[in-house]
């Protein structure tokens, strides 16, 4: 299995896109802040479940 590590950029734009979501999803009262904290952890997971279904190992470095 390949081994990758996880660029401090992706990462940021991963949560920033998020965070960003979260946001609108609150405007248009869909989501309130709790859930929105919720929704941004899985986006994140869900960062993390691409990148191991696509055979990368995942790491911090």
């Known amino acids: ?3 990758s590590s996880v660029n401090g950029l992706e990462l940021v ?3 920033g896109m998020g965070a960003i ?8 009262e869909l ?3 709790q ?4 929704f941004v ?3 994140v997971i869900g960062f993390i479940a691409v990148r191991v279904v ?3 190992k995942w790491t911090w470095r």
């Open 1 to 3: 299995m390949a081994e």
């Open 13 to 15: 734009v991963t949560v």
């Open 21 to 28: 979501m979260a946001v609108a999803l609150i405007g248009m």
């Open 31 to 33: 989501l309130d802040g």
């Open 35 to 38: 859930s929105a904290i919720t």
């Open 41 to 43: 952890s899985m986006v």
């Open 54 to 56: 696509r055979g990368r």
